[in-house]
């Protein structure tokens, strides 16, 4: 979906790029959504584009 | 005791100094906020950046993947108000004039105060050669950024001293990249102060069938340098040499505490003491008032380890940790709560998705209760007198929340439940922990059952180790 901004490290860690290009908002946005364990958590400030998983980064 | 008019007049006319603007300091001011204190916030900061998130210097920054400047942590934004200063080391804390003293010559007068200046990398003992060109280390953004060119321009070898969570991540990293590693490491396997010995060599395994080139129970005794200071070739501890041109110093963190030296606190390489409440102890171990601290540099006694001091060097602490500081900086006293989170920290490396919950070193005994060791997959946990203390899964982290409860409530070890995917065989074997008193590398959790009354004999002014 966003393989510029999440990718699987081995199985289970996901990877992601917290601060990634405006370019990808719909991308970042399908992925979320496509997430099997709903655990992509997506946040937009005002200034820039940037996601959070906050403490459940790392968990896919 | 502080009446509710103290209190809403401290809210509103208190002035807060946080001196540390990473991930604790940063997460003390947003609670400070949401708590609702209306009161002048400053963070001061010896980089120059906005607080930025490590886990990823050593995992996704190294290999190119995302550059450094995109771990800047979401929701400063919402700080409009809050003073920084950044780029500017504290220097001093006057404790009766309720001063910290800035690089710059400034001094900041504070009300209340955080202490939040975390850890930095420990440095190669030997400064010439720690100078040569091609030694690194690795703890911030800058080094994360050298570090990532250098490894983006092909060395033919990288060496990495210490195999830690950070060298071993990094060997990791370098593996991705197809770069051709060395670990060496002191102990008996890569991990084996924070995980033990029976699982410390299933991350050597898995470091081995990765390609990594790696030393157990070597050290590295000197770097060689050529005639133009580049780095050339390391000597070892088994009398080998090792030609290299690049070598990341990954030997654990020092705790930025020699700022507090002379401040009056319980301050020492062993961080800053405080109560569980984050309240920083002096050196008479009494608690104070107006001093807190969280984070990395924080040691603080732990109810659910028969109340040990503890520094805990995650990221999870340092938030959770931060958060219960800044509460108690404005509540009223009979509203403190106490910092008593079960310890958690991951770690990805060769795909493999490691996680714990609970002080794996406060253990005696390891059984793997779910899943095998040869294929990396699995739940281990750790036992001390007959207690559930800690469990660490590679690639189960699903179990997690499940065993962090049991750890809660002080389940019996060996656990008694039957859960799926158990092994046959379910004794506990020795976790193999290093002797706590012989020096090691890296310890993610810290113990020493470190009691503030006995600092007094060791508090003779003397030179600072670095």
């Known amino acids: 979906m966003a393989p510029d901004v999440f990718k699987l490290h081995g199985e289970e860690a996901l990877w992601y790029d917290p601060a990634p290009d405006e370019m990808q908002r719909e991308h970042v946005l399908r992925a979320a959504a496509a997430c099997p364990v709903q655990a992509i958590q997506v946040e937009w400030p005002r200034a820039a584009s940037r996601e959070n998983t906050g403490e459940h980064r790392g968990i896919a | ?466």
Not at chain 2, 21 to 49: K, N, Q
């Open chain 2, 1 to 466: 005791m502080r009446s509710n008019g103290a209190r809403a007049a401290f809210k509103d006319s208190g002035r807060i100094v946080i001196v540390g603007a990473s991930l604790a300091g940063l997460s003390a001011a947003e609670t400070l906020r949401t708590e609702g204190f209306t009161g002048p916030v400053m963070l001061i900061g010896d980089e120059p950046y906005l607080p930025y998130d490590r886990p990823p210097l050593s995992k996704t920054v190294p290999i190119g993947w995302i550059p450094p400047e995109h771990t800047q942590l979401p929701r400063h934004e919402t700080l409009t108000d809050v003073e920084w200063r950044l780029g500017v080391p504290a220097t001093r804390l006057d404790l009766a004039g309720k001063r910290v003293h800035l690089a710059d010559g400034y001094t900041v007068a504070f009300d209340r105060l955080l202490i939040a200046t975390g850890t930095r990398a420990r440095p190669w003992s030997n400064p010439a050669e720690a100078s040569l060109e091609g030694v690194y280390t690795l703890r911030g953004r800058d080094d994360a950024q050298r570090l990532r060119q250098r490894l983006a321009a092909g060395p033919r070898r990288v060496l990495v001293i210490g195999g830690g969570f950070t060298g071993s991540e990094l060997a990791s990293a370098c593996r991705e990249l197809d770069l051709p590693v060395t670990v060496t490491e002191r102990g008996s396997a890569p991990l084996v102060g924070a995980l033990g010995s029976v699982i410390a060599e299933r991350a050597a395994t898995l470091q081995r069938q990765h390609g990594v080139d790696l030393r157990c129970q070597v050290t590295v005794t000197s770097l060689e340098g050529d005639a133009q200071g580049r780095l050339r070739r390391a000597h070892l501890s088994d009398g080998s040499t090792l030609d290299t041109e690049v070598a990341v110093v990954a030997l654990g963190a020092i705790r930025n505490s020699e700022w507090l030296r002379d401040s009056g606190l319980a301050v020492g390489r062993f961080g800053v003491g405080c109560d569980a409440g984050c309240r920083a102890i002096d050196i008479n171990a009494i608690v104070t008032d107006d001093i807190f601290v969280a984070g990395d540099v924080a040691r603080f006694p732990h109810p659910l380890y028969d109340y040990q001091f503890l520094a805990l060097e995650h990221w999870g602490n340092a938030v959770e940790q931060a958060q219960v500081a800044a509460h108690n900086m404005v509540c009223a006293p009979a509203d403190r709560r106490p910092h008593v989170a079960v310890p958690a920290f991951w770690s990805s490396q060769f795909g493999v998705n490691i996680k714990s919950v609970g002080v794996p070193t406060a253990a005696e005994e390891v059984v793997i209760t779910q899943g095998s060791l040869d294929d990396a997959c699995f739940v281990a946990t750790y036992g001390n007198e007959g207690q559930l203390v800690a469990a660490v899964t590679f690639d189960q982290a699903k179990w997690l929340e499940h065993y962090r409860r049991l750890i809660e409530q002080a389940a019996p070890f060996p656990p008694t439940f039957r859960g799926v995917d158990q092994p046959t065989r379910m004794s506990p074997v020795p976790a193999g922990f290093p002797d706590p008193t012989a020096p090691t590398h890296e310890a993610t959790v810290v113990l020493t059952g470190y009691d503030p009354n006995e600092r007094r004999v060791q508090w003779i002014p003397r030179r600072y180790h670095t």
